[in-house]
């Protein structure tokens, strides 16, 4: 019996499952019948397991009986890299994809097993089934992972050399996706608050548990992913604006502002339609980025090749915003509200604020992102938008968003009060000008800088005095071993890792200072207060790759960036950058070009420097490790979220 036949079998029990899911529940709904969604999602998920065992065990013997495994793995691929060789082509990745969604919708059938005869748990679950469904019908149709391999042959191509460089990936592509598939749990459940008309029921408030689930996993992602490729790429930034990167960020953006949005929901009864609106959008979002990297329309060094798969994912993602539109328009009576916005700098009038700058920065970076698709359509002509058109908008939104996150958790719900707020800021904003004075006193000049430090310092304050009074509070009533679950606590955590991470970024960016020196063997040079040397190179070879070291310190740490020769597909040949890294700057180095007239190390030859010198890029740049922990600060705020009580203080 072989793997394809096994494969492929697997992935049918998969299909069945999901299939036998909608057909039960939708019975179940129709005549009040108990719910089998668990039993149905159980054999669905079981499918999609049996399968990820068949093309794992092909991946790790190296069984280029499998196409997939001949284009993406060799005997010389390493385990780990043999493993992530699944979601390192479009078809293992849709087995991935399919696998979390799977596991996702067993659990929250299983989570809400006791209101399974609830209408909107009971349509929430139709939905899940039908997503399910379409992922898995891809994979018994266009986009089959098992398809026999024609030629036989003893010897794969091996994986694309920047998918064998470095460990994150066997983590960024799983917490990208994961972020991705969560978001199908709130889009389900708008739809069936929809479906059912139970608009004013506590599931809005409900569904941003899970909502914080997926953010967390895709922040985390997001955050790691920018760490890989500035690892990987050798051009010493960390974001490019590149499409794909721009797929990932629009459901964050949307998913951000239903987050706080919902709170002001069950707060006030408020955002009816723009909440469920903001769970539709963030779901079509993921389809749309689907869409992007699954098409081949987007030419990106994080998009899959081309395949047949774009019209089916774009008519879903057309369907499925034509049903949410439609299901809005429908309810409309519904969802309206009797009540309003008492003061705009009340909280709730900060959380529209808040929203408005995260969904206009969406459409800002949607239309980036599309516009060069129709431009060519329409035109014949290839254009881009570049990180200037980004950058022009990316800066002030973050400036506002950073004095919001200053100012709301300190104002009143429906209220403002000038001397009261200023009471509760004082501190804070005497402690956030000191900052900035000392900065200036130390020489530092940078306006947006400047401005960026002091909104950050204050956002960190008002973070901290949140947490403070939730301490204080349950002090007060003698349960402080559980205030950590408070959803203040999370929600601030939170707003410290952005805090952070907003700096780390601000600061980079302003003060990178990039370099090119060309030094031969025993040279040294100081660069950017850096003092670097060249002391040689080697030849290092393995049975995955062939690389030409250079032997170089920066203030005294040894590093050895180097160009990497990957054994398998036409042998590859990437740079690997080498990173000196501190709390306080990073000094990146890359091998960029060899002096002489010929090279055999794969470097770029530059006849107009000495023989046998050597040209580094060295680039300096302040407190970019913040970023990275930053990023991580916020996935441990969202996790602590998944333990929150709920308490009469709701906030963001």
């Given at each position: 019996m072989s793997l394809s036949w096994l494969g492929r079998a697997a992935l049918y029990l998969g299909l069945l499952g999901a299939l036998a899911g909608i057909v039960t529940q939708a019975r179940s709904i129709r005549v009040g019948k108990k719910s089998q969604a668990r039993i149905w999602a159980s054999v669905s998920l079981l499918g999609v397991v049996l399968a990820i065992a068949v093309m794992q065990y092909a991946l790790i013997t190296h069984n280029f009986s499998l196409a997939y495994v001949a284009e993406n793995n060799a005997t010389f691929t390493p385990l780990l890299y043999s493993i992530t060789g699944m979601w390192s082509a479009l078809e293992g990745s849709l087995l991935l994809w399919s696998f979390l969604l799977g596991a996702l919708s067993l659990g929250v059938v299983q989570y809400y097993r006791r209101e399974s005869s609830d209408p909107v748990v009971a349509w929430a679950s139709l939905l899940l089934f039908v997503v399910v469904s379409f992922?898995?019908?891809?994979?018994?149709?266009?986009?089959?992972?098992?398809?026999?391999?024609?030629?036989?042959v003893v010897q794969g191509?091996?994986?694309?050399?920047?998918?064998?460089?470095?460990?994150?990936?066997?983590?960024?592509?799983?917490?990208?996706?994961?972020?991705?598939?969560?978001?199908?749990?709130?889009?389900?459940?708008?739809?069936?608050?929809?479906?059912?008309?139970?608009?004013?029921?506590?599931?809005?408030?409900?569904?941003?548990?899970?909502?914080?689930?997926?953010?967390?996993?895709?922040?985390?992602?997001?955050?790691?992913?920018?760490?890989w490729s500035y690892q990987v790429l050798g051009w010493g930034g960390f974001w490019g604006w590149d499409p794909v990167e721009n797929a990932a960020l629009l459901p964050w953006l949307t998913a951000t502002a239903y987050i706080h949005s919902v709170v002001v929901q069950d707060r006030r009864g408020l955002f009816r339609v723009w909440n469920l609106s903001l769970a539709i959008a963030t779901f079509a979002f993921t389809i749309l980025g689907t869409f992007f990297t699954r098409s081949g329309v987007l030419q990106s060094v994080h998009a899959f090749s081309s395949s047949t798969l774009g019209p089916a994912i774009i008519v879903f993602f057309f369907l499925t915003v034509g049903l949410g539109v439609g299901l809005i328009a429908w309810r409309g009576d519904a969802l309206r509200t009797a009540v309003g916005i008492d003061h705009p700098l009340s909280r709730e009038g900060l959380f529209i604020a808040n929203n408005v700058i995260f969904v206009g920065f969406a459409f800002v970076v949607l239309l980036g992102t599309v516009f060069p698709l129709l431009y060519q359509a329409i035109n014949g002509v290839q254009v881009t938008v570049?990180?200037?058109?980004?950058?022009?908008?990316?800066?002030?939104?973050?400036?506002?968003?950073?004095?919001?996150?200053?100012?709301?958790?300190?104002?009143?719900?429906?209220?403002?009060?000038?001397?009261?707020?200023?009471?509760?800021?004082?501190?804070?904003?005497?402690?956030?000008?000191?900052?900035v004075a000392g900065l200036a006193l130390a020489g530092v000049r940078h306006g947006a800088v400047l401005v960026a430090i002091f909104l950050a310092v204050a956002a960190a304050g008002a973070a901290l005095r949140s947490l403070r009074g939730v301490v204080v509070a349950a002090r007060r009533r003698g349960t402080l071993a559980t205030a950590w679950r408070s959803p203040s606590v999370a929600g601030m955590i939170v707003h410290l890792g952005v805090v952070v991470l907003a700096v780390g970024v601000v600061v980079s960016t302003s003060y990178t200072q990039r370099s090119e020196v060309t030094l031969k063997k025993g040279q040294r040079t100081v660069v950017s207060g850096q003092t670097v040397a060249y002391f040689g190179y080697v030849n290092?070879?393995?049975?995955?790759?062939?690389?030409?070291?250079?032997?170089?310190?920066?203030d005294g740490h040894a590093l050895r960036p180097a160009i990497t020769t990957f054994n398998g597909r036409n042998a590859q040949v990437v740079g690997t950058p080498a990173i000196d890294s501190s709390i306080l700057r990073d000094v990146y180095v890359t091998f960029d070009a060899v002096g002489g007239t010929g090279s055999t190390s794969g470097a770029q030859v530059q006849a107009n420097i000495p023989l046998n010198a050597v040209v580094l890029g060295v680039t300096v740049?302040?407190?970019?490790?913040?970023?990275?922990v930053g990023g991580l600060i916020v996935g441990a705020g969202s996790a602590l979220s998944l333990g929150r009580r709920r308490t009469s203080e709701e906030t963001a």
């Open positions: 992922f898995l019908l891809l994979m018994v149709g266009p986009a089959d992972p098992f398809l026999l391999n024609a030629a036989h191509a091996g994986p694309n050399a920047l998918l064998q460089d470095n460990p994150l990936v066997a983590v960024h592509p799983p917490l990208l996706y994961f972020g991705f598939v969560g978001f199908t749990v709130p889009f389900a459940f708008a739809l069936a608050m929809l479906i059912t008309g139970r608009v004013h029921d506590r599931w809005p408030l409900e569904q941003r548990r899970w909502t914080v689930l997926a953010w967390g996993s895709l922040s985390v992602g997001i955050v790691l992913g920018s760490w570049g990180t200037p058109y980004f950058a022009t908008v990316a800066g002030p939104a973050g400036i506002f968003l950073l004095a919001l996150m200053a100012l709301a958790p300190l104002v009143s719900w429906r209220s403002f009060d000038a001397a009261t707020l200023w009471s509760r800021i004082r501190v804070i904003a005497w402690v956030a000008t000191s900052a290092v070879k393995t049975d995955l790759d062939r690389q030409t070291q250079l032997l170089v310190s920066v740049e302040p407190l970019l490790s913040w970023l990275w």
